[in-house]
C-alpha cells in the first residue's frame, strides 16, 4: 500500500482524478481500502465534475469512510466533507427549485452530532461545517451556541456571524450587540503603513466617492437602494467608483458598471493587494455596504482606503471598527440617546436612511383578494432565518383568532422549509400556511404580493426590501418597533409612508392590529388605496429628493474634513 499511496498522491497532485477513481475502485483490494482511500475516492469525483450526481455519490463514500472506521483522523475528515458537500447539494437543488434534498440526511447528520458532540464543540473546522447545517435549518439558536464556543477565534467571520445572526434574537439589546461588535477591532490584522500606499487627503474639486460590496449582482435586494445613489448623481460634482468582491459577474454588475465612472474587482486580491489597489485610485469617501454579512470586506476599512469611512445599507447597526466614521441612518431608526452605542457618528437623513430605485414591473392598483377569496391572506417573502419562534407565535395567534386566514410565506434564502413548517405545527396552524418556493424570475416573485391583503412584518429584524416591494404593489405592511437600528426599520418605512397605525408597540398590540384589520375589510381596502397612490411619491421611492439629501450630506462631511 506504501507504493499505491506515492502513486495516488502523484496522481493528485496531477489532477488525475478519474485515474485515481480508477486505482481505488478497481485495483486496490476491499479488504486494503481505509477511510482515507474512500474519502479521498469522494474528493476526487467532486473535483473531477463538480455536478449534482457527483456530489451524491461523494456523499455515499464518505458516508462509507466514516462509517468504516468513525473515531479515526481519516474518518473525521470524511465525515466534515460528508456535511459540507451535503450542504453544496442542498444549495444546488435550492437554487434549482428541485425539491427532493431528503430530510433523513440531515436527521443523518445530526445522529452524527450527537456520536461527536465534543469534536463539535472543540474543533472550529466542525463547528463552522455543522453551522451550515443549522443555518439550512433554521435553527438559529444552535448557530449562536457553536459561535459563541469559537468566540475567541482568530477568523473574524466567525464573530461576524455571530453578531449578525444574533439581530435575529429577541434578547440582544443595542447595549448587548455593542459590546460584542467592539471585539471586531481586535479581528482584523492592521498592515504596517510601509506595506500600503500613501492615503490621500488633499481637497479636490470633484469628490470622488466609492461603494465595496460583494452583492451588486443577480438583483440582489442591495442593488434597488444603490440604484437611486446612482440615478441622482450629481456629475458636475462627484466621482463614483464600485469596488465589487464578485467571482462570478453578470447582466447585473454589468448595468450597475455603466451607471459609474470607473468599477475595479478586487476579487481574488489578498488583503494587501485589495487595499492598495482602492488607496491608489485616492476615494475621498468610501461605502462599505455589507457589515457584517455576505463577504464581508471590514479588514479593508481596518486599514483606512480613504479618509471618510460610512457604513450604508447592508447591514442596519454598528460595524464595532474605530475607523468607520459614520453610519447613515434617520430619526426613527436611531434614537439621539442612543448614540453612544454606535462606534461610528450617526448621519441623520432628513427622512428615511435609504430609498428604493424601484422595479421595472407595472403597477396597477389590485382589489383587495379577500373579497373575491372570502377570508383574509396574510403574507410574509422575509428570509426565514428572520422568522423566530416569537414570530411564528405571534403569527399562529392571529391564524388561530381570524377564522379561515391563510398565511403565504417564500423561500428567499437557501433553507428547508420542512423544518419552519414543524414550528406551525405545534400551534395547530400549518395548514393555514402555504410556502411558495423559490422563484427565480423577479416578475414571477412580485406578482405573488397580488395574492397578500395584509403583510406581516418580521421582528425584531425587521424586513427591508420586502417591505418595499409590498408597498410598491399596495400592500399594506404591519411592523412592530424595536429597540436598535434593523429592528426600526419597518417602523421608520411606515414613519415615512405616513402609515403609523401599522406599526405595532409590542406583541399583543401587533396580534391586535392585525386581527381588527381583519374585521374591517373597508379600512384595509382604504389603507392599499392610499399606499398605491402615495407611496411613489413618498420618501420611499422619491429618488430625486434622496439622493440630494444624501450628495448634501456628503459634501458637508467633506467640507468640514478639509476646511
Known amino acids: 500500500m506504501h507504493e499505491r499511496a506515492s502513486d495516488l498522491k502523484l496522481l493528485f497532485d496531477q489532477k488525475k482524478y478519474t485515474e485515481i477513481i480508477e486505482m481505488i475502485e478497481n485495483d486496490i483490494k476491499d479488504e486494503d481500502i481505509n477511510s482515507g482511500l474512500i474519502n479521498l475516492l469522494g474528493v476526487c469525483k467532486i473535483l473531477r465534475d463538480n455536478t449534482r450526481i457527483s456530489l451524491k455519490e461523494a456523499i455515499n463514500d464518505f458516508r462509507k469512510a466514516y462509517i468504516r472506521e468513525r473515531n479515526t483522523k481519516n474518518a473525521f475528515e470524511a465525515l466534515k ?55 439550512r435549518t433554521l435553527d438559529v439558536e444552535s448557530v449562536i451556541y457553536y459561535l459563541e464556543k469559537f468566540i475567541n477565534s ?49 481637497k479636490k474639486e470633484k469628490i470622488s466617492i466609492g461603494f465595496v460590496s460583494a452583492d451588486i449582482r443577480n438583483n440582489h435586494s442591495i442593488t434597488h437602494f444603490l440604484k437611486s445613489i446612482l440615478i441622482g448623481k450629481r456629475r458636475d460634482e462627484f466621482n463614483i467608483c464600485l469596488f465589487l468582491n464578485i467571482k462570478d459577474e453578470d447582466n447585473n454588475t454589468e448595468e450597475f458598471k455603466n451607471l459609474v ?65 459614520y453610519i447613515i441612518a434617520d430619526k426613527h431608526t436611531i434614537m439621539k ?46 428570509n426565514f ?65 397580488k395574492k397578500i391583503d395584509l403583510a406581516l412584518d418580521t421582528f425584531p429584524y425587521n424586513g427591508v426590501t420586502t417591505s ?53 375589510l373597508s379600512k384595509l381596502e382604504n389603507f392599499r388605496k392610499y399606499i398605491f397612490d402615495k407611496a411613489i411619491s413618498s420618501p420611499l421611492f422619491n429618488i430625486k429628493n434622496f439622493s440630494n439629501d444624501f450628495y448634501n450630506c456628503l459634501e458637508n462631511i467633506y467640507n468640514k474634513k478639509n476646511d
Not at 478586487?266 to 455596504?289: H, P, Q
Not at 461610528?344 to 396597477?364: A, Q, V, Y
Open 154 to 202: 482568530k477568523n473574524p467571520d466567525v464573530l461576524c456571524s455571530l453578531l449578525y445572526h444574533n439581530s435575529f434574537e429577541n434578547n440582544w439589546d443595542q447595549k448587548r450587540f455593542f459590546e460584542t461588535a467592539k471585539k471586531i477591532n481586535e479581528k482584523f490584522t492592521q498592515y504596517s503603513e510601509d506595506k500600503l500606499v500613501s492615503l490621500n487627503s488633499v
Open 81 to 135: 466533507n460528508l456535511i459540507n458537500v451535503s450542504m453544496e447539494l442542498f444549495d444546488l437543488d435550492f437554487k434549482e427549485n428541485i425539491n427532493n434534498f431528503p430530510r433523513k440526511l440531515f436527521e443523518e447528520i445530526f445522529s452524527y452530532l450527537n456520536e461527536n458532540k465534543s469534536l463539535f464543540e472543540t474543533e472550529e473546522e466542525f463547528a463552522l461545517a455543522i453551522i451550515r447545517v443549522f443555518k
Open 385 to 449: 432565518k428572520k422568522i423566530n419562534d416569537d414570530v411564528i407565535r405571534v403569527w399562529s395567534q392571529i391564524l388561530l383568532k381570524v377564522k379561515n386566514s391563510k398565511l403565504i410565506l417564500k423561500a428567499s434564502t437557501n433553507c428547508s422549509s420542512d423544518f419552519l413548517l414543524d414550528k406551525f405545527k405545534i400551534y395547530g396552524v400549518v395548514s393555514s400556511v402555504n410556502i411558495i418556493p423559490y422563484k427565480k424570475d423577479f416578475n414571477d416573485h412580485i406578482n405573488e404580493y
Open 261 to 325: 465612472d470607473k468599477s475595479v474587482n478586487i476579487y481574488g486580491l489578498n488583503d494587501v493587494e485589495a487595499i492598495n489597489t482602492i488607496r491608489r485610485l485616492e476615494m475621498d469617501i468610501i461605502f462599505d455596504m455589507m457589515g457584517v454579512t455576505s463577504h464581508q470586506k471590514l479588514l479593508l476599512f481596518k486599514n483606512r482606503i480613504a479618509p471618510i469611512q460610512i457604513s450604508w445599507c447592508g447591514f442596519c447597526n454598528t460595524t464595532g471598527l474605530s475607523e468607520m466614521d
Open 468 to 520: 418595499f416591494e409590498a408597498i410598491w404593489m399596495g400592500v399594506p405592511v404591519l411592523t412592530m418597533d424595536g429597540q436598535n437600528f434593523n429592528s426600526r426599520c419597518g417602523a421608520s418605512i411606515n414613519m415615512n409612508l405616513n402609515m403609523t397605525s401599522l406599526i405595532a408597540e409590542n406583541k399583543e398590540d401587533y396580534v391586535l392590529k392585525a386581527v381588527n384589520l381583519s374585521q374591517n
Open 337 to 382: 440617546e442612543e448614540e453612544n452605542l454606535y462606534y461610528e457618528k450617526i448621519i441623520f437623513m432628513p427622512n428615511i436612511w435609504n430609498c428604493h430605485s424601484g422595479f421595472k414591473t407595472l403597477r396597477k392598483e389590485c382589489n383587495l383578494p379577500a373579497k373575491k377569496n372570502n377570508f383574509i391572506t396574510f403574507g410574509s417573502f422575509n
